[in-house]
């Protein structure tokens, strides 16, 4: 059964989701209960909140902002909180049904949530946004939108570490008798309940999942690719969080070339590489990527997104390769960095060119895998490694003991090195993201090739995704 498209070019991004979903639910194979594809997409609650901030100008403002809870059927739910000044009620619904499919695929217990708030925090003092942010939080606690057990927010794009850690604080302050407070939130500083290796996850699990698919020459093939990551041409939108660390990583450890980064005021490019860590600290100096030495300069940024290259991240926004641009597109390969960043039609388009997709809530789940990690050190209030570490030491230094004495002769020293250190709370969280994000790629792989119907990496992800949640729900019953 063909999914006719969406009648307009500019559909919502809600829309866009729930459209990728029905073109996948048609490829199951399970018997469904009759309706429970409009259950399954539904999103469950969303909350509307206009609250009041004194700031320091020492006038009252007036902030708006949301939390939808897309499914129950796993608690907590769990999604991040962005602030962003183009937030609104369709995104954040939007963006706690890819939460759901998100948490599903990589197997992190959760239901799917978003919270977004209408604040653009370039223009706010620290001051104020601890203000609004513990007041949003505040009332989000009050409501039942956060706690440990029920839900569990996470930075998104405008926040980061700083608020979660004052989310914390306050439902704390409202909980002084909840010894679990600390996991009511995730990705918090290190030194307040984080855990190691959180803030660059998102971005490390782009990585993991391209090293992946660079594991799978069959699949390479389908994009015209062949050979390693080094040297591979990537173009990055987005210097955020999650681009930065992608580029970062693909470019100092794989040897990637990153020729192109698209930033909110134009792009650069270099066909002979940039250095993502120097573009970052421009970026830090001067507000953005414009006069930037040594590359081209393109005011229209997003023009871009159209140059030949071998790998294209999109790691900004929603809605960037729609109707309207599609058509330009060279890249052979796309990894979503972002949340949504092609609009169903736009995506109905590249799949028919063929085009490799590795969807959003596959290739960005490594941040909401990291904070499952989290939030389970704070419930166990013990850090990872602590236990074993230097167990894992003595038996490695056991086995290299027994070798040389065995052989008589001695074991080279980096393997000596190698087989006596125990694992640390970072290789741990980096093993559980490398090793979740491999399990998740060769379930969607599995599928893909199962099934001569699925020509998209996107629809087998969500099959995998929904034969998951859909069995949840049938044997738990309604
Ligand atoms: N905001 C991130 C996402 O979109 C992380 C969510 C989380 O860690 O709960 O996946």
Same mark, same amino acid.
């Given at each position: 059964m063909a999914t006719p498209p969406l009648p307009k070019t500019r559909n919502t991004f809600l829309e866009s989701v729930d459209r990728m979903v029905e073109r996948a639910l048609v490829h199951l194979d399970m018997e469904l209960t009759p309706g429970l594809e409009d259950h399954v997409k539904a999103c469950h609650t969303v909350i509307q909140i206009q609250f009041p901030v004194k700031l320091s100008d020492g006038r009252i403002h007036v902030f708006k902002g949301w939390r939808a809870v897309h499914s129950y059927h796993r608690l907590p739910v769990k999604g991040g909180i962005r602030y962003a000044p183009h937030v609104n009620q369709d995104e954040v619904e939007a963006l706690a049904a890819l939460m759901t499919y998100k948490c599903a695929l990589v197997d992190a217990p959760f239901g799917g949530s978003k919270g977004g708030l209408i604040i653009d925090p370039k223009k706010y003092s620290v001051e104020d946004l601890e203000r609004v942010t513990r007041r949003f939080a505040r009332e989000l606690i009050e409501k039942g939108y956060i706690s440990p057990g029920g839900n569990v927010p996470a930075p998104d794009m405008g926040t980061g570490s700083r608020e979660m850690a004052w989310i914390a604080d306050v439902y704390k302050d409202l909980n002084p008798h909840d010894?679990?407070?600390?996991?009511?939130?995730?990705?918090?500083?290190?030194?307040?309940?984080? !855990?190691?290796?959180?803030?660059?996850?998102?971005?490390?699990?782009?990585?993991?999942?391209?090293?992946?698919?660079?594991?799978?020459?069959?699949?390479?093939?389908?994009?015209?690719?062949?050979?390693?990551?080094?040297?591979?041409?990537?173009?990055?939108?987005?210097?955020?969080?999650?681009?930065? @660390?992608?580029?970062?990583?693909?470019?100092?450890?794989?040897?990637?070339?990153?020729?192109?980064?698209?930033?909110?005021?134009?792009?650069?490019?270099?066909?002979?590489?940039?250095?993502? *860590?120097?573009?970052?600290?421009?970026?830090?100096? @001067?507000?953005?990527?414009?006069?930037?030495?040594?590359?081209?300069?393109?005011?229209?940024?997003?023009?871009?997104?159209?140059?030949?290259?071998? !790998?294209?991240?999109?790691?900004?926004? *929603?809605?960037?390769i729609t109707s309207e641009n599609v058509d330009g597109i060279r890249a052979p390969l796309i990894v979503e960095g972002a949340n949504g960043p092609i609009t169903f039609n736009a995506d109905e388009k590249l799949r028919a060119r063929g085009v490799v997709i590795l969807p959003d809530f596959y290739a960005n789940a490594g941040g909401v895998t990291v904070s499952y990690f989290e939030w389970i050190k704070n419930l166990s209030r013990i850090r990872f490694g602590r236990m074993q570490r230097r167990m894992d030491e003595y038996r490695g230094q056991a086995i290299v003991h027994a070798l040389e004495s065995l052989t008589g002769k001695e074991v080279p020293a980096h393997l000596r090195a190698e087989l006596s250190t125990g694992a640390d709370e970072l290789a741990l969280v980096r093993s559980g993201l490398d090793d979740t994000m491999r399990t998740a790629y060769q379930e969607i792989s599995e599928v893909f090739h199962s099934k001569d119907e699925i020509t998209d990496f996107r629809t087998a992800a969500f099959v995998v995704s929904l034969r998951k949640i859909a069995r949840t729900y049938m044997e738990m019953g309604i």
């Amino acid at each position: 059964m063909a999914t006719p498209p969406l009648p307009k070019t500019r559909n919502t991004f809600l829309e866009s989701v729930d459209r990728m979903v029905e073109r996948a639910l048609v490829h199951l194979d399970m018997e469904l209960t009759p309706g429970l594809e409009d259950h399954v997409k539904a999103c469950h609650t969303v909350i509307q909140i206009q609250f009041p901030v004194k700031l320091s100008d020492g006038r009252i403002h007036v902030f708006k902002g949301w939390r939808a809870v897309h499914s129950y059927h796993r608690l907590p739910v769990k999604g991040g909180i962005r602030y962003a000044p183009h937030v609104n009620q369709d995104e954040v619904e939007a963006l706690a049904a890819l939460m759901t499919y998100k948490c599903a695929l990589v197997d992190a217990p959760f239901g799917g949530s978003k919270g977004g708030l209408i604040i653009d925090p370039k223009k706010y003092s620290v001051e104020d946004l601890e203000r609004v942010t513990r007041r949003f939080a505040r009332e989000l606690i009050e409501k039942g939108y956060i706690s440990p057990g029920g839900n569990v927010p996470a930075p998104d794009m405008g926040t980061g570490s700083r608020e979660m850690a004052w989310i914390a604080d306050v439902y704390k302050d409202l909980n002084p008798h909840d010894i679990n407070y600390f996991a009511c939130v995730t990705g918090k500083p290190v030194t307040n309940g984080g !855990i190691r290796g959180r803030v660059e996850a998102t971005g490390r699990g782009v990585q993991y999942a391209l090293r992946e698919f660079f594991r799978h020459p069959e699949d390479m093939k389908l994009a015209g690719l062949a050979g390693t990551l080094d040297g591979k041409r990537v173009v990055v939108q987005g210097l955020g969080n999650v681009g930065y @660390h992608a580029a970062k990583f693909l470019e100092e450890e794989d040897g990637a070339r990153i020729i192109a980064i698209i930033e909110w005021d134009g792009a650069i490019v270099n066909q002979d590489g940039l250095s993502v *860590e120097a573009v970052r600290q421009f970026i830090n100096e @001067h507000g953005g990527v414009k006069n930037y030495p040594n590359a081209t300069y393109v005011a229209d940024g997003r023009s871009c997104l159209s140059l030949e290259c071998d !790998i294209l991240i999109p790691a900004a926004l *929603e809605s960037q390769i729609t109707s309207e641009n599609v058509d330009g597109i060279r890249a052979p390969l796309i990894v979503e960095g972002a949340n949504g960043p092609i609009t169903f039609n736009a995506d109905e388009k590249l799949r028919a060119r063929g085009v490799v997709i590795l969807p959003d809530f596959y290739a960005n789940a490594g941040g909401v895998t990291v904070s499952y990690f989290e939030w389970i050190k704070n419930l166990s209030r013990i850090r990872f490694g602590r236990m074993q570490r230097r167990m894992d030491e003595y038996r490695g230094q056991a086995i290299v003991h027994a070798l040389e004495s065995l052989t008589g002769k001695e074991v080279p020293a980096h393997l000596r090195a190698e087989l006596s250190t125990g694992a640390d709370e970072l290789a741990l969280v980096r093993s559980g993201l490398d090793d979740t994000m491999r399990t998740a790629y060769q379930e969607i792989s599995e599928v893909f090739h199962s099934k001569d119907e699925i020509t998209d990496f996107r629809t087998a992800a969500f099959v995998v995704s929904l034969r998951k949640i859909a069995r949840t729900y049938m044997e738990m019953g309604i």
